[in-house]
């Protein structure tokens, strides 16, 4: 005990070391030919504890857990530089896969309950501007950024490189900004807001190009602008009409729903209401996660107040323990997708090198829109950086897609959106410190 309490980190190491060991028992391959349950049951243990302790270090180091989870999947699918290449089924174990996707839609469901649709209606000008330029900016450089570095590429690799980069990470910045004291502050208001539409707007972006890709994959011969603009009117109608029947009927459904005294109602409407979203959102041809978005964003505080639960527990806090098991998954999956042989291609580090540039000065660019006087616009430039589990989110949608049965994102490409992704994430919390503190020391008290 005294050896766990002094070292932690190694010791729980160690443990995740012992769990590995026990691939190579025949013991284990004879059970899980009887129980294919069997290998879920330690790919689960083996990715859940390498994500917490991973997680637990990089909070200690003052980042947040999803890069630990990130790094974890990372060291684990690329463990085969040691020798060892007993865990290399986890990358396409397809039960893993589906928690994994599962994980996706609970975590753009988490995100959209942090903002309500009022909300977006009183950010006002300056942050619509700032996520207009955020997304326009940076998903025109991505792309640049492709052409120039992948010209063998095809348009939607490079149409898709720049999508990943319109996505800006909310809860990365919203964790610095509540950690500083900051979170009223002018800047704060229009990063958060900014990063609500930027969502929006960006997930618009991605249902486009996956629908342009999945068109392409069904052997048409190519895509108009004619068809662009029916994948964007179709996925701007399915946002509203998500908005207007939501608001029409959420609160009524939800009413009916809490004269049902039968104990978890809570978490279960909600949770039926985010899947049933998410379920139309993909017979409407667009991603899963937009669905799962648009369900949180239209539960109001307002439609849960009739629940029992409610006085006891928050929603939030009710999905918390189904999100730390969903949601590890995901991120350690994504890493354990990183092959760290494509980083010898001095291309695939040129590539990242450009990505995150682009990525940055792109975001830069949005605080140009900032109308209001006093507003620092370095710090607001800063927020928007992040892409973190948004990101990811991103690069995994266009890791799937393909055209004749080849992937559209080669392993190399996805490396290095991945580096982009990490780099960002690693940068943003000590910038936008320095940045806040800088402000604050300019700015004599009254």
């Known amino acids: 005990m005294g050896f766990a309490r002094r070292f932690p980190f190694a010791y729980a190491a160690a443990a995740i070391a012992a769990l590995g060991t026990l691939l190579a028992r025949p013991a284990w391959a004879a059970a899980s030919a009887v129980d294919p349950v069997v290998p879920l049951l330690l790919g689960l243990s083996i990715v859940l504890a390498a994500a917490k302790v991973a997680g637990w270090l990089t909070t200690r180091l003052g980042q947040p857990a999803v890069l630990g989870e990130l790094v974890a999947g990372i060291l684990i699918g690329n463990l085969w530089m040691f020798g060892f290449h007993g865990l290399e089924w986890l ?35 300056s942050a619509f501007l700032v996520a207009l330029i955020g997304v326009i900016v940076p998903f025109a450089l991505g792309w640049a950024a492709g052409a120039w570095l992948l010209p063998e590429s095809s348009s939607y690799v490079h149409a898709f490189l720049g999508a990943v980069l319109t996505a800006t990470s909310v809860g990365i910045t919203a964790r610095v900004l509540r950690d500083l004291d900051a979170i009223r502050s002018p800047e704060a208001q229009i990063i958060l807001g ?6 929006v707007l960006g997930l618009v972006i991605l249902a486009v190009v996956s629908g342009a890709i999945t068109a392409a994959d069904q052997g048409g011969p190519g895509v108009s602008i004619t068809d662009i603009a029916m994948i964007s009117a179709k996925a701007l109608a399915f946002l509203a009409a998500s908005m207007v029947l939501g608001l029409l009927f959420a609160r009524r459904l939800f009413r009916i729903a809490a004269r049902v005294r039968v104990r978890g109602i809570l978490l279960t409407s909600a949770l039926i209401f985010c899947f049933l979203f998410a379920y139309l959102a993909a017979l409407a041809d667009l991603a899963p996660i937009v669905g799962a978005f648009a369900a949180g964003l239209l539960l109001e505080p307002s439609h849960l107040d009739r629940f029992d639960e409610k006085s006891e527990h928050s929603l939030e806090s009710l999905l918390h323990p189904i999100s730390t098991f969903l949601v590890p998954v995901f991120f350690v999956l994504t890493g354990l997708r990183v092959d760290l042989r494509s980083l010898a291609e001095p291309r695939v580090v040129g590539l990242a090198a450009a990505l995150t540039a682009v990525a940055w000065a792109g975001k830069q660019a949005c605080s140009i829109g900032i109308l209001q006087r006093g507003v620092d616009r370095l710090t607001v430039g800063l927020g928007m950086v992040p892409r973190g589990e948004v990101g990811l989110i991103f690069a995994n949608v266009g890791a ?9 994102v080669t392993p190399a490409t996805y490396a290095a959106v991945v580096i982009m992704v990490i780099v960002t994430t690693l940068v943003t919390p000590p910038a936008l410190q320095w940045s806040l503190r800088r402000k604050r020391i300019a700015t004599p008290s009254p």
């Open 91 to 125: 990358r396409d174990d397809p039960t893993l896969s589906i928690l994994a996707e599962l994980g996706v839609i609970v975590l753009l469901f988490e995100v959209g309950l942090e903002s309500t649709v009022d909300q977006m209606r009183r950010v006002g000008a």
């Open 194 to 199: 900014a990063a609500v539409i930027d969502d």
């Open 400 to 408: 799937t897609l393909t055209i004749a049965g080849e992937r559209v």
